[in-house]
């Protein structure tokens, strides 16, 4: 009689499922006959999916991968902000919102320090709030510095959720981003 026993696999990071691995067991259930290799960089799981797209989240088979579409996930990314390191000022040093008005607010402001007329009201600093509502202050400069950042990841984010809806493949891009 042949005794096998399953073992379902899912990548450690990503959650996608990688697979059953079969041992062979000797006639007392216990003693292992021939270990097949489980798979790299993964963790053992305690049953299989019921569909290949599901991820495990680390206690079960969540939503299913291709049930997010790409706008949804680029929605979700604008919503949760974008980690920001100033290696000028570390005070800036936070997690900031990047959501469409978020957006608007940043590009009117530096609009008018691009056009010369500095800051509103001839401030020194303005005080701009991170993603939990604490204020920082930006000089012009730094204000700047901080629109093109949050702009060139904005923009990496619109080319990957491009990509993906065109059917290549694409990583959404990494946080934290750097700025002077």
């Not at 000797?26 to 489980?38: G, I, M």
């Not at 005070?91 to 008005?101: E, G, K, R, V």
């Amino acid at each position: 009689m042949t005794i096998t026993r399953a073992h379902h696999y899912a990548d450690a990071s990503s959650g996608a499922f990688l697979g059953t691995v079969v041992d062979l067991l000797a006639d007392d259930f216990q003693t292992v006959l021939n270990a097949a290799p489980r798979p790299a960089g993964s963790v053992e799981v305690p049953v299989a999916p019921d569909h290949a797209a599901q991820l495990w989240n680390g206690a079960s088979w969540g939503v299913l991968a291709a049930s997010v579409t790409a706008p949804q996930q680029l929605a979700q990314r604008l919503a949760s902000g974008c980690a920001i390191v100033s290696t000028a000022t570390p005070a800036l040093s936070a997690t900031y919102p990047i959501d469409p008005a978020a957006q608007a607010k940043l590009a009117a402001i530096v609009t008018g320090i691009n056009a010369g007329r500095g800051l509103p009201h001839g401030a020194a600093t303005v005080q701009w709030p991170d993603i939990a509502g604490a204020f920082h202050a930006f000089a012009a400069a730094d204000l700047v510095n901080f629109a093109a950042a949050i702009e060139g990841y904005v923009y990496d984010l619109i080319l990957t959720e491009s990509a993906l809806i065109g059917g290549h493949a694409a990583t959404w891009p990494a946080q934290p981003v750097t700025m002077p």
